[in-house]
């Protein structure tokens, strides 16, 4: 599995989402290509093999107009996508 996350390094909020992948990767002993690519961007996108990780169009309205998924649905969007390999 490879997880790309494309994210602003400045921005702290974007840099909570790294740090999350990154400890939820590795507290669930993941067996994934993690990398990552700074770029000023105004959200993360976060790509496992190729596919954006939160779809735009089951992701709810709040979170669509904050531009951030929260945490916990990046949790479930992973574990969906793991038991799916």
């Known amino acids: ?19 999350f992948l990154v400890n939820y990767i590795e507290a669930h002993s993941i067996n994934a290509t993690f990398t990552e690519k700074h770029a000023p961007v105004k959200k993360p996108s976060i790509l496992i093999d190729g596919h954006l990780l939160v779809d ?22 992973l574990e969906n996508r793991i038991w799916c390999l």
């Open 1 to 19: 599995m490879e997880i790309a996350l494309i994210y602003a390094q400045d921005d702290p909020r974007q840099k909570k989402i790294r740090d």
């Open 56 to 77: 735009p169009v089951n992701t709810p309205k709040n979170e669509i107009r904050l531009r951030f998924p929260s945490l916990g649905r990046l949790a479930k969007a």
